[in-house]
C-alpha cells in the first residue's frame, strides 16, 4: 500500500507563485507514473501533469509553460512548481501515483486558492 501527502497549498494573488509537494510512504522508483490532479468547484477532476519512470511528461494545455513538475528521489518525493497563477487555477490539487502492482493512489488534497 502507498500514501501520499499532498502540502503546500494556499491563497496566491494572480500572477504570482507557489510550489506544492507530494510525500510518498514507499521508494518512489516502485512507482511507474507520478503527477498531479486537480478538481474546481462543480467540476470533474482533471490530469495538470504527469512524469514517468521514462521521463516523458504530459502537460494539461491550460498550464503548459507555466507549471512544471520535478522529483526527488533522495526524499521520496514530487513536486509542482506552479508559477503565474490565475484565479481559474483555484481547485483542490491531488498528487496521484500508477505502480503496477499497488495500482492509482491519490492523495488527501491540499486547497489552492487564487485571490482576485
Known amino acids: 500500500q502507498v500514501q501520499l501527502v499532498e502540502s503546500g497549498g494556499g491563497l496566491v494573488q494572480p500572477g504570482g507563485s507557489l510550489t506544492l509537494s507530494c510525500e510518498v510512504s514507499a521508494n518512489i522508483l516502485r512507482l511507474n507514473t507520478m503527477g498531479w490532479d486537480r478538481q474546481a468547484p462543480g467540476d470533474q477532476r482533471a490530469m495538470v501533469e504527469r512524469?514517468?519512470?521514462?521521463?516523458?511528461?504530459r502537460y494539461a494545455d491550460s498550464v503548459k509553460g507555466r507549471f512544471t513538475i520535478s522529483r526527488d528521489f533522495r526524499k521520496n518525493m514530487w513536486c509542482l512548481q506552479m508559477n503565474d497563477l490565475k484565479p481559474e487555477g483555484t481547485a483542490v490539487y491531488y498528487c496521484?501515483?500508477?505502480?503496477?502492482?499497488?495500482?492509482?493512489?491519490w492523495g488527501q488534497g491540499t486547497q489552492v486558492t487564487g485571490s482576485s
Open positions: 512524469i514517468t519512470n521514462e521521463v516523458f511528461i
Open positions: 496521484r501515483s500508477i505502480s503496477t502492482q499497488i495500482g492509482v493512489t
